[in-house]
């Protein structure tokens, strides 16, 4: 995506932070949604949700070669990063439920192998591809890609049975604008003058929120370093910690 950014600049004239925030607006989403993502795969069937996370980031990747200002490309972005939360767990799931369990650690390095190339083969791909067809060309070619990705899913994945887990609603919407909170505050506030109090403020106060709602739920969402000790649920009987 980096090595488009300027060429979406010049089309969209989109200044310095909303290029900040185009870069930034997938890996945000995918960081607010991941947990709650992967509790919706067990709970509803890694293969479906499989599925849905293709559909969604298909059709976010063609809203974003469609979008015509940098507001309509952010919210493309994020989009993505939503469907790229419902991929990510429940492809491992189906991998981990498919292979046994003497298989699974050839299974598992395979998988990362072919992470790491996408990473890898993304930027000088998406150069050619800016520089021959323009920025909008990356976003048709994920779709393209994406629907193949779910042909083959549809052909060759078995359905994954979901159980019955709960999920944590408000801690998922808690750990979302924590993280937006936080993102907001590094981009936004060198440019906001007077406005940069309130994102500071919004950035402490939400990682609070999410530390108590941590400490109080069993399923939580917020991120394991919010507060120490195991779950509730799973404490001993008479003990502090």
Do not use: Y
Request: hydrophobic residues 55%; positive net charge.
């Amino acid at each position: 995506m980096t090595v488009a950014l300027p060429s979406i600049a010049a089309d969209l004239r989109a200044t310095g932070p909303q290029l900040q925030w185009i870069t930034e607006a997938t890996v945000l989403a995918l960081a607010s949604t991941l947990v709650a993502a992967g509790a919706l795969a067990e709970r509803a069937g890694a293969r479906r949700v499989l599925l849905a996370g293709v559909a969604v980031f298909a059709a976010a990747s063609l809203l974003a070669a469609a979008a015509r200002t940098p507001g309509e490309l952010i919210a493309a972005r994020a989009v993505q990063g939503v469907g790229n939360a419902l991929i990510t767990p429940s492809a491992l799931a189906i991998v981990r439920g498919v292979f046994p369990r003497g298989e699974l650690p050839k299974a598992l390095a395979a998988w990362g192998a072919a992470a790491s190339a996408g990473v890898v083969a993304g930027p000088p791909a998406g150069g050619l591809l800016t520089e021959h067809f323009g920025w909008r060309a990356l976003f048709l070619v994920n779709a393209a890609v994406l629907l193949a990705a779910g042909g083959a899913v549809v052909a060759v994945v078995p359905a994954v049975p979901g159980r019955a887990v709960p999920l944590d609603v408000p801690g998922a919407v808690l750990a979302c604008g924590t993280f937006v909170a936080a993102v907001h505050t590094l981009i936004e506030a060198p440019h906001r003058g007077a406005a940069a109090t309130l994102a500071v403020l919004l950035g402490a106060r939400w990682p609070s929120g999410c530390a108590g709602r941590r400490t109080r739920s069993s399923i939580p969402a917020c991120w394991p370093a919010a507060r120490s000790g195991p779950p509730p649920s799973r404490r001993r009987p008479g003990s502090s910690r």
